[in-house]
């Protein structure tokens, strides 16, 4: 539990995803990286869906955001999706960051995100003003060492993904602290949903 009147926390709230999930994405990090480009990947055990990045935070706000995910929780039950796509951003052909979607069929994903951004504006925490696009982050590009490699790889068949749904149970506001040797991502709070 953070400690009042100490620095602000790098904060996040997310959905942590099943061990399976992270294994499978882990994998395809893998066939990926054979690519030789050179990316930054995340680690398998960071490998989660972002809702809010919230950045630098005040340790005294933190039980408020506590509460906003205890109400959330109580409303929202777990989500069915299924791994999507595999992508990049700002396009295929030039990756910047390389990421997996999700398909929702039932919207109940966005619904989630859409509640979590009106409960924190009521709060007073900055609202986001780009529409939530459900995106697993597997890597960043750091430089144009085989990028077309990477881009061609990011194409093959062999990576698509597998259709089989998976349950969203869960809402987490994370402290996120940057070393040298990457994100350190700690639990503050999980709730469950439903």
Avoid: Y
């Amino acid at each position: 539990m953070p400690v009042p009147g100490t620095a602000p926390l790098r904060l996040f709230i997310a959905v942590d995803l099943p061990a399976a999930v992270r294994v499978r994405l882990s994998r395809l990090q893998e066939e990926l990286r054979a690519s030789g480009a050179d990316v930054k990947w995340v680690e398998p055990e960071n490998i989660h869906l972002t809702l809010k990045f919230l950045g630098d935070t005040p340790n005294s706000r933190v039980p408020d955001l506590e509460n906003i995910l205890e109400s959330l929780a109580q409303r929202r039950s777990a989500i069915p999706v299924n791994l999507d796509k595999l992508d990049g951003f700002p396009s295929l052909s030039a990756p910047r960051v390389i990421w997996v979607g999700l398909r929702d069929a039932l919207g109940s994903l966005k619904k989630t995100a859409q509640a979590l951004e009106d409960d924190l504006d009521l709060r007073g925490f900055p609202k986001e003003h780009r529409p939530f696009q459900a995106h697993i982050t597997l890597g960043r590009v750091r430089s144009d060492r085989n990028r077309l490699a990477l881009s061609q790889k990011l194409r093959e068949p062999k990576n698509l993904l597998p259709p089989d749904e998976f349950l969203l149970d869960n809402i987490t506001l994370f402290e996120s602290r940057l070393t040298l040797a990457g994100a350190i991502h700690s639990v503050i709070r999980r709730v469950a949903l439903g």
